[in-house]
């Protein structure tokens, strides 16, 4: 059998692939078993923060493998503290919580929140409003908090304790504040899967302010956000907010499975010993390679990101073929005439990796990726939507 074929027939049939088998990667370029060479723009959905196979995320993660590659949280290793540390030093947030994906850095921030408001304010006050269209994780609690119908039909009954309201509907969500027991507000500033679609500066100040009054909890979803992808380190800080918790992950690992949140004054110590844990969080392995790119996400880098992301902004605004370009950073989405499916598609011929999200392409390249290369998928990219 092909592997094409073995996969198809024993992988549970969750996803809809590409038909490209890869092989092997450095950096922006990946290449499959023909030894076709294709430029990577998705980054492994926004994962491989310094792309594929990584130098120093190399050599950081196999030094660390070869001393001890898990120990349990029941004892004392290097990387999951000076990770910690370094995020709290760089975020103002007080503690860490590590797991292993973006749905898990969300269950244990709406842990977090229900056990803050129940002693804070009563056992009933347990409902988050999180906004419609966006996308919090799949698993039966983060589906409730996803806000769009489509991925709650088949799995009912979800978690309660949600409510939605539409981006930018800051009445709205002070009349869910008046006609429910609210314990947090949860967002992400650009709702990826749902389409690259930026909140309003007016909109999340409105809604952080909010929160202050009615002492909610602000949630911020840094997981696709988050890490450098926008131009900043977290993408609330290009809004002048500061959250109450931050959850992340894609990038954090730079490849690797690890999620995080991360716990503001408020609840720094809302968690106590057994509320809350993780076999494999925090996994040493994981969190020396974290390091390793979040010591490189300097405000040099973040400059970089920042101009390449303008360079993507100049070349898709107004190009013949494009409707509307959205985003911030290294984060895109590019709205073509055509469907966005049937871009991606001419551009995987061309040997150019793409994404979409909703009725964008969805661009996710590495923070470091080459201009040159960044230029030449652009083309590759332009030529397809015009
Ligand atoms: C990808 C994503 C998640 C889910 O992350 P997993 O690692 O797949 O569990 C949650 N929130 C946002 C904003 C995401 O982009």
Not at 159 to 164: A, D, E, I, L, R
Not at 297 to 318: H, N, P, Q
């Amino acid at each position: 059998m092909e592997l094409k074929q073995i996969d198809q027939a024993y992988l549970a049939n969750t996803y809809v692939k590409f038909p490209v088998e890869v092989v092997s990667g450095k950096g922006s370029e990946v290449w499959d078993e023909t030894g076709r060479r294709y430029i990577d723009l998705t980054g492994g959905v926004g994962v491989t923060s310094f792309g594929v196979a990584d130098d120093a995320w190399l050599q950081a993660v196999t030094a660390q493998l070869g001393r001890v590659q898990h120990m349990s949280n029941l004892y004392y290793t290097a990387p999951p503290a000076l990770l910690a540390r370094q995020l709290c030093t760089r975020t103002g947030m007080k503690r860490v919580f590590f797991s292993n994906s973006g749905g898990e850095a969300n269950e244990c921030a709406i842990k977090v929140a229900r056990k803050y408001a129940a002693e804070k304010k009563g056992a009933d006050c347990f409902t988050i409003l999180t906004l419609q269209n966006g996308f919090h994780g799949r698993t039966i609690t983060t589906l409730a908090a996803t806000g769009q119908d489509h991925y709650h039909e088949l799995f009912q009954p979800l978690t309660p304790g949600f409510v939605h309201v539409r981006a930018g509907d800051l009445d709205g969500a002070r009349a869910l504040a008046r006609t429910h027991r609210l314990a947090a507000i949860m967002i992400e500033c650009i709702q990826g899967e749902g389409g690259v679609v930026p909140l309003e500066r007016e909109f999340v100040q409105g809604l952080a302010a909010l929160a202050a009054q009615e002492d909610l909890l602000l949630i911020v979803d840094e997981v696709q956000t988050g890490n450098g992808r926008t131009g900043a380190l977290y993408a609330y800080m290009n809004y002048g907010v500061r959250p109450d918790i931050v959850s992340t992950a894609k990038g954090l690992g730079g490849g690797l499975p690890l999620g995080a949140t991360l716990l503001g004054e408020k609840v720094e110590s809302t968690l106590g010993p057994g509320d809350h844990g993780s076999t494999f969080g925090g996994n040493p392995v994981c969190c020396a390679g974290a390091l390793s790119v979040l010591e490189r996400i300097d405000d040099a880098l973040l400059a970089d990101v920042r101009a390449k992301g303008d360079y993507l902004f100049r070349t898709f605004t107004g190009a013949p073929g494009v409707e509307a370009v959205t985003g911030m950073g290294l984060m895109v989405g590019v709205k073509p005439v055509k469907p966005a499916a049937e871009v991606v598609r001419a551009c995987l011929e061309q040997g150019v990796l793409c994404l979409t999200a909703k009725d964008k392409v969805r661009l996710l390249p590495a923070l470091n990726i080459p201009m040159e290369l960044l230029e030449q998928a652009a083309a590759v990219i332009l030529a397809a939507c015009a």
